[in-house]
């Protein structure tokens, strides 16, 4: 097994890294790196330069103005990009919709969406989950009528991320309400965010922000041509993609960089005095752990991507990478809230900040610590991953 990276691997490493130290503006930087919202524009500012650069589709084939890299290359991209500190890829047009289209998708349908995404012409987001329909996948009853050369789609969606940026969002729908079995009659169609009938709401997280959005469809038309796939074969395209969800929730670089943004906290005298949180042996301990979990998910990530150069695809695999990642990434935060000590307890705190006791960072790590408490749930929840793990892996 070959888990270091040769030359070329390495030469392709230090290029990304210097590209990215260039081209990575400092102002998306340092939102970045203090927890600050990013809004649409800072999002479509960074796809765009690096669509410019042909990097906005690390994953996507040259045929597709993709860079054509193979699965080293991509983790190192992308790792590179964690560590940097880069705005994320949006990736429901990016890594969700166009890989179902490149290979589920009409002609007609490459041609006039691919070349939209790969620019960040056209912002998506994903309809899969509906009350009571989230892990139950597929139980979703959002309907889609065929009425000659058009569907009418009633329901609703719901945690549809950044559905408020959206220009397109693309669907499970039912178009068969009494199929053999509940996998079957379920359809994908994309559909126009601004097609009269569509309603979006905003749903509040803990951390006060608008990231999530319920999604209400009303007798909303929407041309056949937009079905992907065949009728009622939409469950196919829907496990094709989640496996694609699940391949980027590692984030390893991320977690690398923030790890060392904790030791730089937790190195901070506090504001009266005393000792620092490194020199608590129990706080070292946790931080010390965590830092060799945190290397033992970039090693399996590393045995993975030497089954990948072998031409063997991960199967059940990446839900560890899941499992484990998010762990880790929720584990940080936590870890960043107990090194800032009782300056982490205050949840708005501009008061503190106009007095120049809390910096940006400082203010925004309450906050941070709430909205992670997602990573668990979405792209499948830990509990779903372990049982496929089980049955998968361990063959229970
Ligand atoms: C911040 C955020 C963003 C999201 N973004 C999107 C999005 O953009 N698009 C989209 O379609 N969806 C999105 N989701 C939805 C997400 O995919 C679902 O929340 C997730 O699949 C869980 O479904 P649920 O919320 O209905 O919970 P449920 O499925 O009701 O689960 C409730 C609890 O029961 C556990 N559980 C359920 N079934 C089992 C089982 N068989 N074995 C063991 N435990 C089980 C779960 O792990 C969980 O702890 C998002 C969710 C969040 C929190």
């Not at 009409?106 to 995404?117: D, G």
């Not at 506090?270 to 070292?284: C, H, L, N």
Request: glycine share 10%.
């Amino acid at each position: 097994m070959e888990l270091n990276y040769s030359p070329e691997e390495l030469a392709f490493r230090d290029e990304v890294r210097s590209w990215l130290r260039e081209n990575l503006p400092e102002d998306l930087r340092t939102k970045v790196e203090r927890y600050e919202g990013l809004s649409r524009e800072d999002l479509i500012r960074w796809h765009k330069l690096l669509a410019s650069k042909g990097w906005a589709g690390p994953a996507w084939p040259e045929e597709w103005g993709g860079p054509g890299w193979d699965a080293t290359q991509r983790y190192i991209f992308e790792e590179e990009c964690g560590f940097a500190g880069t705005p994320p890829l949006v990736p429901f047009g990016l890594s969700m919709c166009a890989p179902v289209l490149m290979r589920f998708g009409t002609q007609a349908q490459k041609e006039r969406f691919l070349p939209r995404i790969l620019n960040a012409d056209d912002f998506w987001c994903q309809g899969y989950s509906e009350p009571g329909s989230g892990s139950d996948l597929a139980s979703l009853k959002t309907r889609a009528v065929r009425d000659g050369d058009h569907y009418v789609v009633n329901g609703q969606k719901i945690w549809t991320t950044l559905g408020h940026y959206a220009d397109w969002i693309f669907c499970l729908v039912r178009t068969d309400s009494n199929p053999r079995i509940r996998q079957e009659g379920i359809s994908f169609l994309l559909i126009d965010m601004k097609t009269p009938g569509i309603t979006v709401r905003p749903l509040i997280l803990m951390d006060g922000h608008h990231e999530v959005n319920e999604v209400f469809f009303d007798d909303v038309r929407v041309p056949a041509e937009n079905l992907v796939h065949e009728e009622g074969k939409g469950w196919t395209v829907a496990k094709f993609l989640l496996g694609h969800e699940r391949m980027n929730t590692g984030r390893i670089g991320v977690s690398k960089r923030e790890l060392a943004q904790l030791k730089e906290l937790a190195s901070r005298q506090p504001a009266g005095g005393g000792r620092t949180m490194m020199q608590d042996s129990r706080f070292r301990d946790r931080m010390t752990r965590l830092e060799v979990e945190l290397q033992a998910l970039e090693i399996t990530n590393l045995r993975f991507l030497d089954q990948l150069r072998g031409g063997k695809a991960p199967g059940a695999e990446v839900s560890m990478l899941k499992l484990r990642g998010t762990e880790i990434q929720q584990a940080l935060t936590e870890l960043m809230m107990q090194a800032v000590g009782m300056q982490a307890a205050a949840f708005a705190p501009d008061g503190l900040q106009q007095a120049g006791e809390l910096d940006t960072l400082t203010s925004n790590l309450a906050a941070r610590y709430c909205n992670f408490r997602k990573t668990s749930i979405y792209a499948g929840s830990n509990e779903i991953q372990r049982n496929i793990i089980a049955k998968m892996t361990l063959g229970l």
